[in-house]
């Protein structure tokens, strides 16, 4: 069987298949561990010194401009279809007044409603806005009127040679200072934010590309598991989707993810009548985990089923991610059409998720607890049949389950019980040096309940960097948000048995993270 990648680009003015075939360089083409280097290389027929990729047109993108990437088998498993979701052009015509009427929602918080993580760029943004409304009100009054104030006493009637010379220079300071500022503003904040103005903001301009950029998601990723045109799930040419966003494509991706498995949390080949004869002992151990998990975290040993090895205490990232995949394939097996393997989230600003999607901590877990957001693992319900918690029901109409090993039905927000979740994330210093936009999600994203608290989502601190200059945690690079996937290309395409290509450290991981090679 095949496996798909999607690629979900971040803010700004992208350009079609920009984002992918750099992230292809970086994952696949100078990749020597994916195909043995004994193998000619196909384009070739010389020896291998990458792995080749073409790029074919292909209609599921629904999009002329793009075009699937396809590699060759790998030793032991078939090829791999890289694709991009591009959604720049779903956004369009952004005004400054969009982005500044959303800017001012971030300014007038509460300082106690600013996370620490951010609480230096919130200061700065306040500082700059300051600065910019001063030199607004300069620029409206008359030069001789600034002169006086700032070097006399506000008298407007002195005149003298200084205040010539001023009345000459400053509306020469003020023109340049307006035009360094419109440029700022054109040039860099709405070209950059104004995407994150429109889509996180749900204001009734907004609406309708937020709807537009979703249903387009959904509707690649339904065709990539098997939907065909009237509307029917059959045969996959795949049996893995990987999905990989960056920046503010992570929220659009967990938003296309959510909403896809709403649609089909409930489809199966089972009927509920026969739930008795269709186990699922990899979800009951899976749920079974996680609640006794929850409860050592929270100290409530009293209620942990007698465990001498010890095997709920090491129960931790490997082992949930593990029963994730098991999870997922068991699911397959009773009909259910879900293939996204793993969501691998790069500079995700979802660390900010109650600074940016909420209006503070306490309303993120509301939503959470409601299932207006996905936690990993899902929020769990008590369930009175069972005298448990779980992330599944039971269909209405199957027999009656005390044990809770039947068929059931994950609920609709319960799509990580199913996909993994990594993030990698570059911490930052002084705002600029390293990714402020990026951070850890496993405390805005694991599940967190009276039982207790447990997250499954692996936090992977990486150092990315570009061109020559390495970069560490304690020495980050400039600005790294947009260097999770970039390294010299020239380098590795041009080595040596002399002088060998160095991988950096940050495409080792997330190479890792992917798995092309052996994940399930």
């Given at each position: 069987?095949?496996q798909?990648?999607?690629?979900?680009?971040?803010?700004?003015?992208?350009?079609?298949m920009?984002?992918?075939?750099?992230?292809?360089?970086?994952?696949?083409?100078?990749?020597k561990?994916?195909?043995?280097?004994?193998?000619?290389d196909?384009?070739?027929?010389?020896?291998?010194?990458?792995?080749?990729?073409?790029g074919?047109?292909?209609?599921?993108?629904?999009?002329?401009?793009?075009?699937?990437i396809?590699?060759?088998?790998?030793?032991?498993?078939?090829?791999?279809?890289?694709y991009?979701?591009?959604?720049?052009?779903?956004?369009?015509?952004?005004?400054?007044?969009?982005?500044?009427?959303?800017?001012?929602?971030?300014?007038?918080?509460?300082?106690?409603?600013?996370?620490?993580?951010?609480?230096?760029?919130?200061?700065?943004?306040?500082?700059?806005?300051?600065?910019?409304?001063?030199?607004?009100?300069?620029?409206?009054?008359?030069?001789?009127?600034?002169?006086?104030?700032?070097?006399?006493?506000?008298?407007?009637?002195?005149?003298?040679?200084?205040?010539?010379?001023?009345?000459?220079?400053?509306?020469?300071?003020?023109?340049?200072?307006?035009?360094?500022?419109?440029?700022?503003?054109?040039?860099?904040l709405?070209?950059?934010?104004?995407?994150?103005?429109?889509?996180?903001?749900a204001?009734?301009?907004?609406?309708?590309?937020?709807?537009?950029?979703?249903?387009?998601?959904v509707?690649?990723?339904?065709?990539?598991?098997?939907?065909?045109?009237?509307?029917?799930?059959?045969?996959?040419?795949?049996?893995?989707?990987?999905v990989?966003?960056?920046?503010?494509?992570?929220?659009?991706?967990?938003?296309?993810l959510?909403?896809?498995?709403a649609?089909?949390?409930?489809v199966?080949?089972?009927?509920?009548?026969?739930?008795?004869?269709?186990?699922?002992?990899?979800?009951?151990?899976?749920?079974?985990?996680?609640?006794?998990k929850m409860?050592?975290?929270?100290?409530?040993?009293?209620?942990v089923?007698?465990?001498?090895?010890?095997?709920?205490?090491?129960f931790?990232?490997?082992?949930f991610?593990e029963l994730?995949g098991?999870?997922?394939q068991?699911l397959?097996?009773?009909?259910?059409p879900?293939?996204v393997?793993?969501?691998?989230?790069?500079?995700?600003?979802?660390?900010?998720?109650?600074?940016?999607?909420?209006?503070?901590?306490?309303?993120?877990?509301?939503?959470?607890?409601?299932?207006?957001?996905?936690?990993c693992?899902?929020?769990?319900?008590?369930?009175?049949?069972?005298?448990?918690?779980?992330?599944?029901?039971?269909?209405?109409?199957?027999?009656?389950?005390e044990?809770g090993?039947?068929?059931?039905?994950?609920?609709?927000?319960?799509?990580?019980?199913?996909?993994?979740?990594?993030?990698?994330?570059?911490?930052?210093?002084?705002?600029?040096?390293?990714?402020?936009?990026?951070?850890?999600?496993s405390e805005q994203?694991?599940?967190?309940?009276?039982?207790?608290?447990?997250?499954?989502?692996?936090d992977?601190?990486?150092?990315?960097?570009s061109?020559?200059?390495?970069?560490?945690?304690?020495a980050?690079?400039?600005?790294?948000?947009?260097?999770?996937?970039?390294?010299n290309?020239?380098?590795a395409?041009?080595?040596?048995?002399?002088?060998?290509?160095?991988t950096?450290?940050?495409i080792?991981?997330?190479?890792?993270?992917?798995?092309?090679?052996?994940g399930?």
């Amino acid at each position: 069987m095949k496996q798909a990648v999607v690629i979900i680009h971040g803010m700004g003015e992208q350009l079609p298949m920009e984002t992918l075939q750099g992230f292809v360089d970086a994952v696949w083409v100078y990749d020597k561990d994916l195909i043995s280097r004994g193998r000619e290389d196909s384009s070739t027929g010389e020896k291998r010194k990458r792995n080749p990729v073409w790029g074919k047109p292909d209609s599921r993108n629904r999009s002329y401009e793009l075009r699937r990437i396809a590699t060759e088998s790998m030793d032991g498993r078939g090829p791999t279809d890289f694709y991009e979701f591009y959604w720049a052009h779903l956004i369009h015509g952004t005004t400054w007044e969009q982005v500044k009427s959303w800017i001012f929602d971030l300014l007038w918080r509460s300082p106690r409603r600013v996370p620490m993580a951010v609480r230096k760029a919130w200061i700065l943004l306040w500082v700059v806005s300051v600065i910019a409304a001063i030199g607004s009100l300069a620029a409206l009054l008359p030069s001789a009127t600034i002169y006086n104030c700032l070097f006399n006493e506000c008298a407007s009637d002195t005149v003298g040679k200084q205040q010539s010379l001023w009345t000459i220079v400053s509306p020469v300071l003020i023109g340049l200072a307006s035009l360094g500022l419109g440029a700022f503003v054109n040039v860099f904040l709405i070209k950059y934010f104004g995407d994150v103005a429109r889509y996180v903001k749900a204001d009734p301009l907004n609406v309708a590309r937020r709807q537009e950029i979703r249903e387009k998601g959904v509707e690649l990723l339904e065709t990539l598991m098997g939907k065909d045109t009237s509307g029917r799930f059959g045969p996959r040419r795949y049996d893995r989707i990987v999905v990989v966003a960056h920046s503010l494509g992570t929220i659009v991706a967990y938003d296309i993810l959510l909403h896809c498995f709403a649609r089909l949390n409930t489809v199966s080949a089972v009927d509920p009548k026969d739930a008795a004869a269709n186990q699922q002992p990899v979800r009951a151990a899976l749920e079974r985990r996680v609640r006794t998990k929850m409860q050592l975290a929270a100290g409530k040993t009293e209620t942990v089923p007698d465990d001498p090895q010890g095997r709920f205490e090491l129960f931790g990232i490997e082992q949930f991610q593990e029963l994730q995949g098991l999870c997922r394939q068991e699911l397959n097996r009773q009909g259910n059409p879900w293939i996204v393997s793993d969501f691998i989230t790069l500079g995700s600003p979802l660390t900010h998720a109650e600074f940016l999607l909420a209006k503070d901590r306490g309303d993120l877990r509301d939503k959470q607890v409601q299932r207006i957001f996905a936690t990993c693992p899902p929020a769990m319900e008590f369930d009175g049949t069972t005298r448990a918690w779980h992330f599944t029901y039971g269909p209405s109409d199957a027999p009656r389950d005390e044990t809770g090993g039947d068929f059931r039905h994950p609920h609709h927000a319960a799509l990580f019980a199913y996909t993994r979740w990594t993030n990698l994330y570059s911490p930052h210093k002084m705002i600029f040096w390293g990714d402020v936009i990026s951070g850890p999600l496993s405390e805005q994203f694991g599940f967190h309940h009276v039982q207790g608290q447990f997250s499954g989502i692996r936090d992977i601190v990486v150092a990315p960097y570009s061109g020559d200059r390495s970069a560490s945690v304690d020495a980050p690079d400039f600005f790294s948000h947009t260097k999770y996937w970039h390294f010299n290309a020239t380098a590795a395409r041009t080595e040596t048995e002399e002088t060998p290509f160095v991988t950096p450290e940050h495409i080792n991981v997330l190479r890792s993270a992917m798995n092309l090679k052996n994940g399930i």
